[in-house]
């Protein structure tokens, strides 16, 4: 994928200024390359990026709170690519017990660099993202504490429903060249 190839270091200057060595004769010199073309055997990548990048806005209301009992549950999906966002309430990997998590999952094959906002007002995390076949889900998995988001002097907590608020910008999209 390089368009440019070298040594940069290739002789020491003072090596290829003495005349004994040969290589500068009458103030001239003479430099050759062998360049051999070899097909690529493997694909290659690079990421097409959308001037007027589109965004996706999804708000879920999570009801009955204090009354969830899964490790995670699933917003409907939303944008073109079908992100939706996954809520682990109380236990998700090293949140466990004390942190909730939010997380932006991809039902898709295709490769994306998204920026991927949540919010939980006023909480507001930001990341950048791409997306892979192999990394289709992503995000925060210590989003909060859990007894800040309980604490109902914080107003996040309003009458037992949780407000997520995603916002999702497709950057660009990830094309594979032979």
């Not at 070899?38 to 959308?50: A, I, Q, R, W, Y």
């Not at 295709?110 to 949540?118: C, G, R």
Request: hydrophobic share 40%; with cysteine.
């Amino acid at each position: 994928m390089k368009t440019r190839w070298g040594i940069t270091k290739f002789i020491n200057l003072r090596t290829f200024s003495n005349p004994l060595n040969g290589y500068l004769v009458d103030d001239t010199s003479i430099f050759g390359a062998e360049v051999f073309v070899v097909k690529n055997t493997f694909p290659g990548e690079c990421l097409s990026t959308m001037s007027d990048p589109p965004t996706y806005y999804h708000t879920w209301e999570i009801e009955n709170f204090s009354t969830l009992q899964n490790d995670r549950y699933e917003s409907e999906t939303f944008g073109c690519y079908k992100w939706k966002i996954l809520f682990c309430p109380k236990r998700c990997k090293e949140g466990k017990g004390n942190s909730i998590s939010l997380i932006l999952d991809v039902t898709r094959s295709s490769k994306t660099m998204d920026i991927f906002e949540v919010r939980l007002t006023p909480i507001l995390t930001k990341a950048d993202y791409l997306y892979t076949s192999s990394n289709l889900a992503l995000g925060f998995i210590k989003f909060s504490s859990l007894a800040k988001l309980e604490d109902l002097k914080n107003g996040y907590l309003v009458g037992d429903i949780v407000v997520v608020e995603a916002a999702v910008t497709l950057l660009g999209l990830v094309v594979t060249e032979l």
